[in-house]
């Protein structure tokens, strides 16, 4: 009960209007998105996704190509320069994106959907499976992610889809613990129990009453694993075990063009500044998305009604 | 680190503590807290056992076998069922589970394929270089993480406030390899040359020996927690300095640095203790990339050369070492944690 | 009786939201003399703790003072150094939390926070061994023994009661001369809240303490305040000796709420307020309460009623027809309605028939063979304070807990423990209403939705049918048909409570099990869903099962009680008969504990007493 065993309602000034809860992951994003954070942002990380989307289709030269000798600073022919086996490094890195992007989403999904339908089903029905789940779980958290990965990798060699499988399921743990830290917070709830009252299928209740309320904490979570599913590809690229060479990955890029650092620069910094503005940016969203909640639950500490900031909340 | 949540690390659940209690009055132990640590203990070591299972059936179960691996392009039918012979790989998966985890216990982790020698003496160097890294970064990343914090804290909204918080947003986004890249590119290679670029640290020689050969990794990975630590400390800290007690010391007229001292900071200590050791967890998988780009002898750089020989023994001895690592440094952070709450320690009267 | 240097004196005083014109408080002005207890009572919204705060000089984040003064003793707090004012709280001025168990730093013991308190003004070079002593004498005050292990426990090792002992030892310690006690005893049971306000009462007696005590119950202003001061949307709206506002009141807001407020001694119709207090930067040109009020006229609704004086200016209101008001006589003593009675007596069977209900949790047993009997159509009040196991009899009833054994049978048929076990026919003729509105609907659903999905869980109906009735459910809860496509955090706990009611009648129960329903809200709406719940039993001969802690509700609503204390049925009858002669020591006690409006006749008047 909070502090005067009387709730007060929650600050309701912004009530939100009905149509808005119909969606409401569309109404957390347009939030988040309208905050400072949000927009800077996504600014970051759209800029990011529109050069991987876009590049292929825009690059000069091919990512295979001869173009001058290795390691060459910028030129007219090559604007930033060539890379140690002489291709053109912007070339390279306008190609050299989509494909992490593509695999970072997939993992990413896979890590989702299979870790929320585990949380969910282990707060729900506690008991032995909460138990058996929660065991599981704690095995696979006591890998680092990215030495999971190169675990399953070891024996069968970098294959595209065990890097995202893998990826995929080393994101399982993390995302099953947090949603059913959240999905226990709202099963305990009332009005939980009150449509338990009713004998409805478990199945309904938890796509019905639990999953709605998750939107948020759901969001966020998507969110940092998106994150950190390119940092893993990326960097799994990087240690030589994402996509092979010749083919342009940026990871890949950092790390083949380190010899070259003090010839040309713009062969490591430009990837590894778009992964970083990349990741930045990502970051940065899903820190909006956090901060924004639309009519939440809250008990507001006594009867004092802060009027300005309704939906964000400062930490 | 990318998790930006200011989501506190919790304290040992409650449903654990009573569990602890149980145990407590089974065992006849006294003491809650020793019965959780035996408790825990027991429970860590189950969970290492069902580790060395995964770790096993990740190395032997999955599609292409080690023979396969290792012979790579030379891969014959013929040489390969020669080599799984040798390599007892023909035996059925059990067996040869059981074979390598009683060799494990009797500390006979195998012989590596890469090079023929043991593996425990491979690995047993490394481990100690990358426990001075680990170490190095770990405390010089919390004293950093946790002073920032408290300040930050302390003067909310402030200046100084907003700049540290703006810079660790952005900072702990960056990947390992990208905040080593910039490391090395900073004073190593393009700007300033004044440490180098590789760790050269002679087999046998330990690293505080070589000075100049740490820094630059130590200096990565602190880069990489410092941040997650100072917005952790300072949640902690916004929290317990906006709660009812402290607000009620400061309406009992005590002053601000008696408020942040003595009334907020014994109340985030225990999210401080997890945080710092989520962050010495998190540093075990940085290691990786990290020791990676320096050439730094550690079990990171290690990992990575046994995974690109298909060094099966090796891959398995270091991923278990790390794993253990994992498990018990999570005990000891509980436990910690658990000490540091009167609340959790001691029961109502 | 007055020493002219104790007095507290606010002006004027006016709080805004920081950053914008919106005001949350305006116009408070207000005086208390030395060895004075001042009773500042309002509902929630009302403002009351931003003033109560603002008397230490203090304005929580996002509000700011932005005119008025608050002088103590000549000096203005609000113009104090940050200096000044770190010495005037805990030593001159002194504050009393309202929930002690957050107050007290959860980390360090609570003999530490105590010497902390003595010690923190200037106390610091007198040796340990006087420290010590002071210690004892200040926990002997509030009635607790100076023993190492009070003194070296942790706050959560402490109960409720001795928490608070421990804040009312730690703001007497310096013998500051004024208090401010915000509502200090809201959670304790009756006995600690007794003890609390005697010796609240006490302390102030003797060392001539000037007091304000916020709280939104008038009862516990009856026994203690001389004066009182009504808040309504950030405004005082009345201000006067308390037995003369109680009396006849001149606002029509205390009417009501004088009105609203249950008494254990007599059996009336309690009549809430309809609406709500308007939220700060929504409040109306004209008189904020004029939406709300039977004595409203044009002159209401087109400006802001000045301050009236009543009689001299000690007593003020702030009303165009404050005069009409008080001829009125509507206060305490004014006649009521009494309630209807339905079917007293009447051998009506029993709808819902309990035996040797044991309950367990885990394996503690909570609940120690409960018998109880809800005859068809009437109202069964079950009685106890936190800890009597009241929750977990609901619970166990309803089905949502387990474990227990015994015997629960509904229409003369056993149930099982669980209500997944139940038939239908059992779960929806048995419906249950939460304690907190605010957790009982499903955030992300609109009300229609939620009243419902028992309907379509329960009967198969066209889609036009089912909305007809949620409709009708609904009306039946004084909800109208814009509310269907709401959702929850726009509606007020009052509105919240009532969806949650339809939400159990739209499925035509014969039995309502009513947990605490009313605890979570304000005086004035709680007697509007109590007088819903006793119309809808009368209209549909509903049964009900009423739990409360609220011994004063029981009289007004039940006509059987049974009264749980610790796990067991301690005495049980018709409501009158154990309420006017209770037979159990520990309902005589209860009884006696509980503060009482009726209390004004021997209100205390305080002498003054030079201060130490």
């Known amino acids: 009960m909070a502090r005067n065993g009387k709730e007060k309602a929650p600050s309701s000034g912004a009530a939100s209007p009905a149509h808005l809860r119909r969606h ?292 | ?215 630059l990794p130590v200096m990565a990975l602190v880069i990489v927690i410092v941040p997650y630590i100072f917005r952790m400390m300072r949640g902690a800290m916004v929290e317990a300095l906006e709660s009812d007690y402290v607000e009620m010391a400061r309406l009992k007229g005590s002053p601000r640095w008696r ?79 658990l000490v540091a709450t009167p609340r959790r320690r001691l029961p109502r009267s | 009786m007055t020493d002219g240097a104790a007095r507290l004196v606010v002006d004027g005083l006016r709080i805004i939201v920081a950053g914008s014109s919106v005001d949350v408080v305006d116009e408070v002005t207000l005086t208390v003399d030395a060895g004075e207890v001042l009773g500042l009572v309002g509902e929630s919204g009302s403002g009351k703790t931003t003033v109560s705060l603002a008397l230490l000089g203090y304005t929580r984040r996002g509000l700011v003072v932005d005119a008025g003064s608050v002088r103590f003793e000549d000096s203005d707090v609000l113009t104090m150094s940050a200096d000044e004012l770190r010495q005037l709280r805990g030593r001159t001025i002194a504050y009393v939390p309202q929930d002690p168990a957050s107050a007290l730093n959860p980390a360090l013991k609570v003999g530490f926070q105590l010497r902390e308190a003595l010690t923190m003004h200037g106390g610091g070079d007198s040796n340990r061994l006087e420290v010590s002593e002071r210690m004892a004498q200040v926990l002997a005050e509030v009635g607790l023994e100076a023993s ?78 001389d004066r009182v001061t009504v808040m309504y949307a950030g405004r005082l709206i009345e201000t006067g000796p308390t037995k003369a506002v109680f009396e006849t009141p001149a606002h029509p807001y205390t009417a009501g709420l004088l009105r609203a407020i249950p008494s254990p001694e007599r059996r009336e119709v309690l009549v809430g307020m309809e609406g709500q207090p308007p939220r700060p930067g929504h409040r109306p040109r ?22 009236v004086e009543i009689e001299g200016p000690a007593r003020t209101a702030r009303c165009f027809r404050a005069e009409e008001v008080v001829r009125r006589s509507l206060g305490v003593g004014a006649p009521v309605s009494d309630v209807m009675v339905s079917q007293d007596g009447a051998a009506a069977d029993a709808v819902l028939v309990v035996a040797g209900l044991v309950g367990r949790y885990g394996e503690k047993e909570i609940l120690h063979g409960v018998d109880l009997a809800v005859p068809r159509g009437s109202c069964v009040a079950v009685v106890g304070e936190s800890g009597s196991g009241k929750t977990t009899l609901a619970r166990c009833l309803v089905g949502l807990h387990g474990n227990w054994s015994g015997t629960v049978a509904f229409d003369s048929q056993s149930v099982r423990p669980l209500a997944r076990n139940r038939s239908l026919k059992v779960l929806q003729a048995v419906q249950y209403v939460f304690q907190s509105p605010y957790t009982a609907l499903n955030p992300r659903k609109t009300i229609g939705q939620l009243v419902e999905q028992p309907l379509a869980h ?52 014969e039995l309502l099990v009513c947990d605490e329903v009313t605890s979570a809200l304000d005086v004035s709406v709680q007697a509007a869903i109590v007088e819903l719940l006793r119309r809808l039993q009368n209209e549909r001969g509903l049964s009900l099962l009423f739990i409360t802690h609220n011994l004063a509700l029981v009289r007004s609503i039940a006509q059987e009680v049974v009264v749980l204390h610790e796990g067991s049925v301690v005495e049980r009858g018709p409501t009158d008969t154990v309420l006017s002669h209770p037979v159990d020591e520990y309902t005589i006690r209860l009884l006696e504990d509980v503060p009482k409006l009726t209390s004004l006749t021997d209100s205390c008047h305080v002498s003054a007493v030079t201060p130490v």
């Not at chain 1, 990380?45 to 825009?58: C, K, T």
């Not at chain 3, 004209?286 to 301050?307: K, L």
């Not at chain 3, 009735?469 to 959702?487: I, K």
Request: proline content about 5%.
């Open chain 2, 259 to 337: 408020q942040v001292l003595v009334h907020a900071l014994p109340n985030s200590i225990a999210p401080t203790i997890q945080v710092i050791g989520l962050s010495i967890l998190y540093l075990a998988g940085g290691i990786v990339v990290v020791e990676y780009v320096f050439a730094f002898p550690g079990v990171g750089a290690g990992l990575v050369d046994a995974v690109s020989a298909r060094d099966i023994p090796t891959i398995q001895l270091i991923v278990l070492v790390l794993a253990a690592f994992y498990v018990f440094m999570n005990i000891a952070t509980d436990v910690i944690a």
């Open chain 3, 458 to 509: 329960f009967y198969k109906l066209a889609a036009r049918e089912r909305t007809a009735r949620v409709v009708a459910a609904l009306e039946a809860a004084a909800l109208n048909e814009d509310f269907l496509g709401r959702y929850p955090d726009q509606l007020s706990g009052g509105e919240r409570q009532r969806v949650a009611i339809a939400r159990a009648l739209v499925v035509e129960p």
């Open chain 3, 148 to 225: 190492k292990e009070i003194r070296g426990a942790y706050p959560h090792q402490l109960s409720g009661g001795q928490q608070q002992r421990i804040a009312l030892a730690m703001a007497f310690a310096c013998r500051p001369r004024l208090i401010v006690l915000d509502e200090p005893t809201t959670g304790l049971d009756a006995a600690t809240q007794r003890h609390v306000l005697d010796t609240v009462r006490g302390l102030c007696r003797s060392y001539g303490v000037a007091a304000v005590h916020v709280t939104h119950d008038l009862a516990v202003v009856a026994e203690i305040a």
């Open chain 1, 24 to 315: 409401e992951w569309v109404a957390v994003l347009g939030a988040a998105a309208r905050s400072r954070r949000g927009a800077i942002g996504a600014l970051l990380a759209l800029s990011v996704v529109a050069v991987a989307v876009i590049g292929p289709f825009v690059a000069p030269h091919s990512s295979t190509e001869f173009v001058t000798s290795a390691f060459t600073g910028p030129s007219g022919r090559s604007l930033l320069g060539s890379d140690g086996l002489g291709r053109d490094v912007l070339s390279r890195v306008l190609f050299g994106g989509w494909l992490l992007l593509l695999m970072a989403a997939v993992a990413t999904a896979l890590g989702a959907i299979i870790g929320t339908a585990l949380g969910i089903t282990a707060a729900y029905f506690r008991g032995t499976f909460d138990g058996l789940i929660m065991r599981a779980v704690d095995i696979f958290l006591a890998f680092p992610q990215i030495v999971f990965a190169l675990l399953l990798l070891s024996v069968a060699g970098p294959k595209l889809w065990l890097v995202v499988i893998a990826v995929g399921i080393s994101h399982v743990p993390q995302v099953a613990r947090v949603i059913r830290s959240a999905s226990l917070d709202i099963c305990e709830k009332d009005y939980v129990k009150a449509v338990e009252l009713l004998r409805i299928k478990p199945r309904k209740i938890i796509v019905g009453d639990i999953l709605p309320n998750l939107v948020t904490p759901l969001m966020v979570e998507v969110g940092l694993r998106f994150t950190w599913s390119i940092v893993i590809i990326a960097g799994l690229s990087f240690i030589g075990f994402g996509l092979q060479p010749p083919a342009p990955n940026w990871g890949l890029m950092l790390n083949e063009n380190r010899i070259g650092l003090v010839s040309n620069p713009w062969a490591v910094v430009v990837p590894a500044v778009l992964v970083a503005v990349l990741t930045v940016g990502t970051n940065t969203f899903t820190d909006a998305i956090a901060r924004v909640s639309i009519g939440v639950e809250r008990p507001v500490g006594d009867e004092v009604f802060l009027g300005v900031a309704t939906l964000e909340t400062e930490k």
């Open chain 3, 286 to 307: 004209g008189c904020s309460f004029e939406p709300r009020c039977d004595f409203a006229v044009a002159q209401c609704a087109a400006a802001r009623p000045p301050v």
């Open chain 2, 1 to 215: 680190m990318s998790t930006t949540i200011d989501t506190l690390a919790r304290p040992p659940s409650e449903g654990q503590f009573h569990a602890a209690r149980r145990w407590s009055r089974r065992f006849e132990l006294s003491h809650p807290v020793s019965a959780m640590v035996v408790r825990r203990l027991i429970t860590g070591i189950l969970t290492l056992f069902l580790v060395t299972i995964v770790i096993f059936a990740a190395t032997a179960v999955l599609p292409g076998n080690a023979a396969q691996a290792v012979l790579g392009r030379n891969a014959t039918p013929d040489r390969v069922k020669i080599l799984e012979k040798q390599l007892h790989l023909d035996r059925p998966a059990v067996v040869q589970y059981w074979t390598w985890i009683s060799g494990v216990f009797h500390g006979q982790f195998g012989v590596s394929l890469a090079n023929g020698q043991a593996v425990s003496s491979i690995v047993k160097g490394r481990i100690i270089n990358s426990a001075v890294l680990v170490l190095l970064a770990g405390v010089i990343g919390s004293v950093l993480g946790v002073g920032l914090g408290v300040l930050a804290a302390a003067r909310r909204d402030g200046w100084l406030d907003n700049i540290l918080s703006v810079v660790s947003l952005a900072v702990t986004a960056l990947p390992e390899y990208v905040v080593a890249m910039a490391v090395v590119m900073l004073f190593a290679s393009l700007v300033f040359h004044v440490l180098p670029a590789v760790s050269v640290i002679p087999p046998g020689a330990t690293p505080w020996s070589q000075p100049s050969a740490i820094v």
